[in-house]
């Protein structure tokens, strides 16, 4: 039966398909994309809107969520006393987006879908970048520890508070499973939280996600490598003379000198990061057709039964890219003045938290109502959650006002 959204087929639908008969999407849209008409749903049974499909409805529910507002104040790499101009959470995830968007479209695979993974997949993450995400891990690991993929899933699904007949955002499993599992299946190394959901509402942990949150992953890599260059060369942790004799990205250095000669700084990183962009995102493209030509996946479904990635870099290109960014790594993440700043802001996560599980009265209100007694499991994993959920200036200030002292990440706490 044809309609003007495509057609339903009467052929039995695919292993593992659970919806019954299989979309047939219109012309222009991959048989293999993930369709809203496809969706196995909300968890809260909710009338969809005339106007915007589900997986449109879940990307704007993430951007007016109060964890993505958040993540403005959390940085990637450099802490809020270097400058406004640097890259934060809520940077890298618009970037993340409109990379993961260009990717679907080309690939004719749903666009709305893969920018809401890409809107999402930094929701679970502390302040203080990564060095926050160890402290508060470390501290945390009678209880569990902490995994920032499993906090973005309690976000979503218990700790946002917008609506009155659910906690959480109702997104439809296909949102919920690429927030998960973007980076692969994760049945061996899944933790507590997502375990719980998973009891909940299966999110099939042993396989591969669909194209859309495929793509986001990679949308994530080639922003990340990108924006670190970017970072880098204008705080002077490096210089062009160094990322010229550095994998991947050297070549296109030597070549926009050798086109332009010497250029400001800010034409030099522009030109650069164009190319280094495009030359990824070709890659991807040309990689991602292969193995779905050899593959030949009749539908969504079909995605999730392959054992391995569908979308990705081709061989070469992955090794060069982890050659980048074992250099990045180097020359950012373990230069002396990020890691100065890096190793005061995990003794304020750490003093913090260890406060506050011991003092639960000093926590606002309505998470004191949720605390057990003073360091036990229930008041450890809800001091967790709220400092997880704390941008960079919110934990200095919580830090001043539970302490008693200052905390500068320009030099140690007072």
């Not at 292993?15 to 993930?34: D, E, M, S």
């Not at 749903?41 to 704007?60: A, F, M, N, Q, V």
């Not at 009265?361 to 709220?386: I, N, S």
Request: glycine content about 8%; charged content about 25%; overall charge negative.
């Amino acid at each position: 039966m044809a309609s003007a959204k495509g057609q339903i087929s009467t052929d039995p639908p695919p292993p593992g398909h659970l919806l019954g008969p299989l979309f047939i999407p219109p012309p222009g849209l991959a048989v293999f994309a993930t369709t809203p008409e496809s969706s196995r749903g909300r968890l809260y049974p909710e009338r969809e809107s005339p106007t915007r499909t589900c997986y449109s409805r879940d990307r704007d529910r993430i951007i007016h969520s109060s964890a993505f507002r958040r993540l403005k104040h959390k940085t990637q790499v450099f802490v809020q006393h270097e400058g406004d101009y640097y890259r934060t959470r809520l940077t890298h995830s618009i970037e993340v987006a409109q990379l993961a968007r260009t990717l679907a479209r080309t690939l004719a695979i749903d666009e709305d879908l893969a920018e809401a993974v890409a809107l999402a997949h930094d929701l679970g993450h502390t302040p203080f970048g990564h060095s926050g995400e160890e402290a508060l891990n470390a501290v945390t690991a009678d209880i569990g520890g902490f995994d920032h993929n499993a906090h973005a899933l309690r976000l979503v699904t218990k700790l946002e508070h917008r609506y009155a007949d659910f906690d959480g955002l109702n997104l439809t499993w296909e949102t919920l499973e690429g927030l998960v599992k973007h980076n692969g299946p994760i049945a061996s190394r899944a933790v507590g939280p997502i375990l719980s959901f998973d009891a909940r509402w299966p999110l099939d942990l042993t396989h591969w996600p669909g194209l859309e949150a495929q793509v986001a992953a990679l949308a994530d890599d080639i922003a990340y490598v990108n924006h670190d260059i970017d970072d880098g060369l204008r705080a002077g942790l490096f210089t062009v003379a160094d990322l010229a004799e550095a994998p991947l990205a050297g070549p296109h250095v030597q070549a926009v000198r050798a086109q332009y000669g010497e250029l400001e700084l800010s034409r030099f990183i522009g030109e650069l990061i164009r190319r280094l962009m495009s030359a990824l995102t070709d890659d991807v493209l040309a990689e991602t057709r292969a193995r779905l030509a050899a593959a030949n996946p009749t539908g969504a479904a079909g995605i999730r039964t392959v054992p391995h990635a569908l979308a990705g870099f081709s061989a070469d290109m992955m090794e060069q890219v982890q050659a980048l960014k074992k250099f990045l790594f180097i020359r950012m993440y373990r230069h002396p003045r990020v890691i100065g700043s890096m190793s005061r802001a995990q003794t304020v996560i750490t003093d913090l938290f260890e406060t506050l599980a011991h003092g639960p009265e000093a926590l606002p209100e309505d998470w004191k109502a949720q605390c057990g007694g003073p360091g036990d499991g229930a008041t450890r994993r809800v001091v967790r959650d709220y400092i997880a959920g704390m941008t960079d200036n919110y934990a200095l200030a919580e830090y001043g006002r539970v302490i008693g002292r200052e905390a500068r990440l320009d030099q140690a706490p007072m």
